[in-house]
């Protein structure tokens, strides 16, 4: 796995079982719920990558 993209390092983090749950089941609300924790706990990062445990950020 590499740690950067466009040379610029990943920041990994994680969320809670409830939030992995939906990835399960109904993959968009996975997606929403992500966008949306992210936007409030880490502003101006994006996800580059989701590899359970770990979300990968930029």
């Known amino acids: ?8 390092p990943l920041t ?4 809670g079982n409830r939030i992995w749950a939906l990835q399960k089941t ?3 609300a996975f997606q929403r719920e992500l966008v ?14 989701v590899e ?3 979300i990968f950020l930029q």
């Open 12 to 15: 990994k983090s994680m969320v």
């Open 52 to 54: 359970y445990p770990y």
């Open 26 to 28: 109904d993959e968009a």
């Open 1 to 8: 796995m590499k740690s950067l993209v466009n040379d610029k």
């Open 36 to 49: 949306t924790y992210f936007a409030l706990a880490c502003p101006g990062y994006s996800i580059v990558r």
